[in-house]
């Protein structure tokens, strides 16, 4: 599909396809964010492994229909199992997803990321500004996982990025950016900045990418419909938290609920989305 004839429609279609096929996505991800994403997966209708020891990680992702790999609690062990399950799922054809947490934050951290990026090019990248801007190359400054730059600044790098891996690139931020090799781009700008404050929204918005990537074979409009369908939902939350004069205690349940229960004209008429062929 190209970039002008994808609106909010389509992108329900997709979410519709993850609740009906319920993919399974195996995920090696961080300790902050691991409980939090597999109930977020559980809650949009995915179904949700987490997987890192060397031994299984090439059977499980030889039954998985997606892959996220997430750095954010990073060591040896852990980057070994990604590396072996990145090069399995390359050979089945899976998706495979990468969340560069961190990124520019150590050398060793960077020095992870190239080592396992070698090993085989990701589908998807998705990063705030600072992490895409430094997986891209780009000076960039970054406070530990936390982006020191708005998204709109990463644009550049992101196209640069996706180029170089002939990958899909996704910026989150008060605006999210997706870019792929070909230029296509979208825009989303829904969301609240409270969902800045709970731990492994982020993450989750990786997980979801994944899901989405193992129903829909583009992974440009895949990525689309996970970051828009997340935005909604985290904009709905925050509403219903305000309402309930509660905060962002209230809000991690009020975003799982949101992601289950969504529904079609909540969708089409929340959505603020612009696509760039």
């Known amino acids: 599909m190209s970039a002008v004839d994808l609106d909010a429609a389509a992108l329900w279609d997709d979410l519709q396809a993850v609740r009906e096929r319920a993919p399974l996505v195996h995920s090696i991800t961080n300790f902050v964010a691991m409980n939090f994403n597999a109930n977020a997966l559980l809650a949009i209708g995915a179904s949700p492994v987490m997987a890192h020891a060397h031994e299984e990680v090439a059977d499980m992702v030889g039954i998985a229909q997606a892959l996220v790999l997430n750095i954010g609690t990073l060591e040896p062990a852990w980057m070994h199992a990604m590396q072996l399950a990145l090069k399995a799922a390359r050979s089945r054809g899976i998706a495979v997803v990468l969340d560069p947490v961190g990124a520019g934050a150590t050398p060793y951290r960077n020095a992870a990321l ?10 998807v990248v998705r990063g705030n500004a600072s992490e895409i801007m430094s997986v891209a190359g780009f000076a960039a400054h970054t406070r530990g ?13 992101a196209l640069v990025l996706a180029r170089k891996l002939g990958a899909v690139v996704c910026i989150s ?45 583009d992974p440009w409009r895949a990525t689309v419909a996970a970051m828009a369908c997340l935005g909604v939902v985290g904009e709905l939350a925050v509403e219903r938290t305000q309402a309930a004069r509660a905060g962002v205690g209230r809000l991690q349940i009020e975003l799982l609920d949101g992601l289950q229960l969504l529904d079609r004209a909540s969708f089409v008429s929340r959505l603020r989305m612009v696509v760039h062929a």
């Open 173 to 217: 931020g008060a605006d999210d950016h997706v870019v792929d090799a070909s230029a296509r781009g979208a825009t989303l700008s829904n969301g609240h900045p409270w969902m800045t404050r709970i731990t492994g929204v982020g993450c989750s918005a990786s997980a979801l990418v994944g899901a989405f990537a193992a129903v829909q074979p």
């Open 145 to 157: 996982v936390d982006s020191a730059a708005p998204s709109s600044d990463a644009v550049e790098a």
């Open 114 to 123: 190239a080592e396992l990026i070698e090993a085989g090019a990701p589908t």
